[in-house]
């Protein structure tokens, strides 16, 4: 018995070994002739960032037609045209997949120049490989800014074209301060000085902690009236939230901001009010602005929020509206579904990456890589300040222009739908606080 | 001062949690108590049952939990050929046999369930969800107090069958003593896939129960809820069917009251750790018997 029960053990620990890495290979292309760029693009095609991951790549694939329909990419000034071939490599969502995947497409598929990743701990990963071998990477999604702030490995290959949990967490926690917490004093009838109460539930990987560092950070800089009540971490994948929710119930906290990916975002805030009656505003990072995201929400995403800077179902007047809406007819056309926000900054990535090459003149590899640093181009289908993608000279990172939106429920569609709150320049109508809504109490 | 009122909660969510792991577990202790082989694909029967309910109830709108029954007989059909095809081939020929089959049928049943599925992140909805019951200072939704009670239902009809019918002592005795069932003329190999059919039938109603209980579910939920179950039936002992009850609601309770007490990060990690600790004080798990 004894040597049963360790055998069972040894086994149980190669099946806990083996259990993220049973998804299936991406199709791939055949390795490449000469005359083309290979733009590799790393997506998580399998596992639990699939959702997001097809659709990055997808997306990529509508903006590699795109570019190869105009005859390609124009090498410097000497006029010759050459086409991209997107090769794509998937991460599994998971830090052993990513490291194949890189590997794969650097060793063996011998890309010139990557774009994609999602997963902040899945791309921190295989970071280390990219310095080895410094080919230019330009990161479509994974938004922790470790990524081209950590020091401990070289990472000036990498370019993140992509807000960082910095940047959004810092633009959620203003929106709270300037709009939810008057709203909610409001209603109440309290003073000003009146803390909000303010409650956190995250993914607890780079992602999701960057999500909690940045929303500390900001309260403690700005000095906000903001308490955060309860942070509540969960291990990335979790499906059920209850216990999490029950303590962050307790704490009758004003509103919930959760760093989630959106296959847990969706349950978080259904069975926060279904299971647990916690009637609140649920704030969220702006990966979730996805269809599948409004169709796992239903109704219960009414009142919610999302920090977006592209959503399937609406876009700020102006410009880029045309834009936008190409690339998602474009999109549907081909795929039969709605592009999200990470397929959209993907789309983007392999331009700016045959902007690169182009201005390079050449695959050379530094050659793209300086291109990259001195990249000045007209934003494609997002709001970029300025008006221009380029990147930060300290740790390359481009600058988006970002929105408020809140979820109503469309009774037409079964679903919630975002209407833009903020800022004032573009918001379509008024943040409100739902009928059903319970502020929280000390 | 901790809240009675939210102890009692989590107590609840663990014993919810519980009855999952009760179900997937049990049926993976009945195929190894009467066969003695180690199945990993064995979460990937779970996934199918949630899958199976998921789209009956889609397409009829049939209520969920009646869907259990046909997702249950679905899976002992599957189950049957699965071990009349794959297992009953390699019986006897080695623990290792066994593994990279069940690692081969992971890969199969998960891709499988990605090409007919999708492999997108999916849930429905119960047509309970909303109503809730008071309970003292509670407030519990019906769908949680189903589960439970259809989680003891079919355990009570399972211990029926293991005790009162005559195919029922006839596994029980395959389990004790494959070769002494042998001679007193018991089918030993019509055990086996009536063994593996109803243990995957058991993983169908935790796939179920699953689904109507509002959480996700992809082709590849199935590995993680696999390796929780084979760390309970070691807990609970080898082929012991009340250890992997207890087991069960142990793990559940203990995740439950880990992500309160420390956290959510320490939810997984709190199973093994019992797992440990039990097995270093009584290394035949709580129920296990040194001689099995």
Known sequence: ?442 | MVDIGILLQILFWGIYAGCIYILLATGLNLIFGVMKIVNFAHGEFLMIGAYITATIFLISGINPYVIILLAMLALIGIGAVVERLCFRPILGTGKLNEIFLSIGLIYIFQNGAAMVWGDEWQSVKSPYEGIAVPFGPLNLPLDYIIIMVLTAAILALLFLFLQKTRIGREMRATSQNRKGAMLVGINVERMDVLSFGIGCALAAAAGTLWVVSGQVFNPYMGSIPAVKAFAIIILGGLGSIPGAIIGGLLYGIAENAAAYFLGGVWKDAISFIILIVVLVFRPTGLFGESGE
């Not at chain 1, 590899?365 to 934003?379: G, I």
């Open chain 1, 1 to 442: 018995m004894r040597y049963s029960v360790l055998f069972m053990v040894i086994a149980l620990i190669a099946a806990a070994c083996i259990a993220g890495c049973t998804q299936q290979q991406a199709q791939q292309p055949s390795p490449a002739s000469g005359g083309e760029i290979k733009i590799g693009v790393i997506a998580s095609l399998t596992g639990p960032a699939s959702n997001v991951g097809k659709n990055m790549w997808q997306s990529a694939q509508i903006a590699g037609d795109e570019i190869n329909a105009q005859g390609g990419v124009q090498l410097g000034a000497s006029g010759t045209k050459v086409p991209v071939r997107l090769i794509v490599g998937d991460d599994e969502s998971t830090q052993q997949g990513g490291q194949k995947a890189a590997t794969k497409l650097i060793t063996d598929d011998k890309v010139d120049i990557l774009v994609g990743g999602y997963s902040s701990a899945v791309t921190s990963a295989y970071q280390q490989t990219i310095a080895e071998y410094k080919v230019p990477y330009i990161v479509t999604g994974a938004s922790s800014p470790v990524i081209t702030h950590r020091t401990d490995i070289d990472t000036s290959y990498v370019f993140h074209h992509c807000p960082t949990t910095d940047s959004y967490g810092e633009y959620t926690t203003t929106f709270i301060d300037q709009v939810v917490r008057p709203a909610v004093n409001k209603k109440l009838g309290a003073s000003d000085d009146r803390p909000f109460r303010l409650a956190l539930i995250y993914q607890d990987t780079a992602y999701g902690k960057g999500v909690q560092t940045a929303v500390q950070n900001t309260i403690a800089k700005n000095n906000l009236n903001i308490v955060l009540v309860s942070e509540q971490g969960y291990r990335m994948g979790e499906s059920d939230f209850r216990t999490p929710l029950t303590v962050i119930k307790a704490e009758n906290p004003d509103a919930v901001y959760l760093g989630a990916f959106p296959n847990e975002g969706a349950p978080i805030i259904t069975q926060a009010r279904r299971d647990i009656g916690l009637d609140t505003i649920f704030l969220n990072v702006e990966n979730n602005d996805n269809a599948q995201f409004y169709k796992d929400l239903g109704q219960y995403g009414e009142g919610a929020i999302i920090e977006s800077r592209f959503s399937p179902y609406t876009a700020p007047v102006g410009a880029l509206a045309t834009a936008q809406e190409n690339f998602k007819n474009s999109y549907s056309a081909k795929w039969g579904m709605y592009p999200d926000m990470m397929g959209a900054s993907t789309y983007e990535g392999i331009y700016i990456a045959a902007e690169a090459v182009g201005k390079a003149g050449t695959t050379d590899k530094a050659s793209v890589h300086q291109a990259l640093v001195d990249l000045t181009m007209p934003e494609v289908i997002e709001a970029m300040k300025g008006g221009t993608i380029s990147f930060t000279k300290d740790y390359r990172e481009s600058r988006f222009d970002l929105w408020m939106e809140q979820l109503a429920y469309d009774p037409n569609a079964g679903e919630c739908r975002p209407h833009i709150v903020w800022p004032d320049n573009l918001k379509v109508t008024e943040f409100t606080l739902p009928s059903w809504y319970k502020p929280g109490s000390a």
